[in-house]
């Protein structure tokens, strides 16, 4: 860590002071079969322990958990993993179940022009309400940008076609890109999310893994993985298939936590991006480009974001003070933003100028 860096992490956790609160009691595996993973996945050293005594703080999945870390290739996975048969059993109360109604946005009719216009004159999306010179005007913001960019997943007009959305939970996102004349298909293995993006919105969504799935091979002109990746027991495997479907000037954008954030640096085992026992594997850059380059994919841009995190100290804070976060509704959250999260976000964008910090990757690439 840089001097800088280390400054940094300094000031924002004399912010949040961690709080003698002791360890959480733990539970027993005696639920969820597991089993022992010490090796690095891409290099095969022996990892060391990050952190030990770790359980379930969001869902309350029974077991103890540890992550490792590879000194080498700075990859962080979990350890004991479950079985395959048992990933399910991580999942029971996952946010993928959740039904959005529809409420009318608070930030009304003014926020929808404004992500019209950004849409319009960044991503050439041809959207109600938009206005191009207003979108050139608001573009120039970098981090407005990037926040609206992210609803498409900075995918553009002009490369429309065949989209994948592997993990595509109930289906907002695809919803959303069939509506910008996209032809969206969905993977996801939760069934209820499942049934939820079939019914409300009528979408082709497969259930099951992207390997049951049997797509043709060059089939889709653009895939997408929203914090995915990290949830898999073979990432490489992953993304071997990723490559096999796409055309060969298609494209894969993926977003996944950053494993090298202020974030981590500044909360440690209260980092919501940890999400034990969920997170199977953590990346920093240069583990993504391991994992990206073990499975034959060339990467055109690899790059850090800060557009969450605001929300990510919310998180965090409220982890830090709870010792668990206590449903994370968005409404609890945004009390704990504040100017401290809104401080973090700007520090974390200007880290990111310089290619450090962000809560998230996020990484373009083809076959």
Same mark, same amino acid.
């Given at each position: 860590?840089?001097? !800088?860096?280390? $400054? *940094?992490?300094?000031? %924002?956790?004399?912010?949040?002071?961690?709080?003698?609160?002791?360890?959480?009691?733990?539970?027993?595996?005696?639920?969820?079969?597991?089993?022992?993973?010490?090796?690095?996945?891409?290099?095969?050293?022996?990892?060391?322990?990050?952190?030990? +005594?770790?359980?379930?703080?969001?869902?309350?999945?029974? &077991?103890?958990?540890?992550?490792?870390?590879? @000194?080498?290739?700075?990859?962080?996975?979990?350890?004991?993993?479950?079985? $395959?048969?048992?990933?399910?059993?991580?999942?029971?109360?996952?946010?993928?179940?959740?039904?959005?109604?529809?409420?009318?946005?608070?930030?009304?009719?003014?926020?929808?022009?404004?992500?019209?216009?950004?849409?319009?004159?960044?991503?050439?999306?041809?959207?109600?309400?938009?206005?191009?010179?207003?979108?050139?005007? *608001?573009? @120039?913001?970098?981090?407005?940008?990037?926040?609206?960019?992210n609803s498409t997943m900075w995918?553009?007009?002009?490369?429309?076609?065949?989209?994948?959305?592997?993990?595509?939970?109930? &289906?907002? %996102?695809?919803?959303?890109? #069939?509506?910008?004349?996209?032809?969206?298909?969905?993977?996801?293995?939760? &069934?209820?999310?499942?049934?939820?993006?079939?019914?409300?919105?009528?979408?082709?969504?497969?259930?099951?893994?992207?390997?049951?799935?049997?797509f043709p091979e060059g089939h889709?002109?653009?895939?997408?993985?929203?914090?995915?990746?990290?949830?898999?027991?073979?990432?490489?495997?992953?993304?071997? #298939?990723?490559?096999?479907?796409?055309?060969?000037?298609?494209?894969?954008?993926?977003?996944?936590?950053?494993?090298?954030?202020?974030?981590?640096?500044?909360?440690?085992?209260?980092?919501?991006?940890?999400?034990?026992?969920?997170? !199977?594997?953590?990346?920093?850059?240069?583990?993504?480009?391991?994992?990206?380059?073990?499975?034959?994919?060339?990467?055109?841009?690899?790059?850090?974001?800060?557009?969450?995190?605001?929300?990510?100290?919310?998180?965090?804070?409220?982890?830090? @003070?709870? +010792?668990?976060?206590? +449903?994370?509704?968005? #409404?609890?959250?945004?009390?704990?933003?504040?100017?401290?999260?809104?401080? %973090?976000?700007?520090?974390?964008?200007?880290?990111?100028?310089?290619?450090? &910090?962000?809560? #998230?990757?996020?990484?373009?690439?083809?076959?």
């Amino acid at each position: 860590m840089n001097p !800088m860096h280390s $400054i *940094l992490v300094m000031i %924002f956790s004399n912010l949040h002071p961690r709080p003698n609160i002791g360890k959480l009691v733990m539970n027993e595996n005696g639920g969820v079969n597991v089993r022992d993973v010490r090796y690095c996945l891409l290099c095969g050293s022996r990892g060391t322990v990050l952190y030990t +005594g770790l359980s379930d703080r969001l869902f309350d999945v029974p &077991g103890t958990w540890m992550l490792m870390r590879c @000194q080498s290739c700075q990859l962080i996975w979990l350890n004991p993993q479950p079985t $395959i048969d048992d990933v399910k059993k991580l999942y029971a109360q996952y946010f993928t179940h959740q039904k959005v109604e529809n409420a009318p946005h608070k930030r009304g009719v003014i926020w929808k022009k404004l992500k019209a216009s950004i849409l319009l004159s960044g991503f050439g999306y041809q959207m109600e309400g938009a206005n191009k010179i207003l979108g050139s005007i *608001l573009c @120039q913001i970098s981090p407005l940008k990037e926040i609206i960019g992210n609803s498409t997943m900075w995918l553009k007009a002009s490369e429309k076609g065949r989209l994948l959305d592997v993990g595509c939970g109930n &289906g907002l %996102f695809l919803n959303q890109m #069939e509506r910008l004349g996209w032809k969206a298909v969905g993977v996801e293995q939760d &069934g209820e999310a499942v049934s939820i993006a079939r019914e409300r919105y009528g979408l082709q969504v497969f259930r099951g893994s992207l390997e049951e799935a049997k797509f043709p091979e060059g089939h889709f002109d653009a895939i997408t993985m929203n914090h995915v990746i990290e949830h898999v027991l073979d990432p490489i495997g992953l993304l071997k #298939e990723c490559r096999r479907i796409l055309k060969p000037d298609g494209k894969l954008v993926m977003v996944t936590p950053n494993s090298k954030s202020l974030g981590l640096q500044i909360f440690d085992e209260d980092w919501r991006g940890l999400e034990v026992p969920r997170h !199977m594997y953590l990346f920093s850059p240069h583990a993504m480009r391991a994992c990206a380059g073990a499975a034959g994919l060339a990467i055109q841009e690899l790059r850090t974001t800060a557009k969450g995190a605001r929300w990510m100290w919310a998180a965090c804070s409220l982890l830090r @003070q709870d +010792g668990a976060n206590p +449903g994370g509704s968005p #409404e609890k959250l945004s009390n704990w933003v504040g100017l401290q999260g809104l401080a %973090f976000q700007a520090v974390e964008y200007v880290l990111c100028g310089f290619g450090q &910090g962000g809560e #998230e990757l996020v990484i373009t690439a083809t076959r």
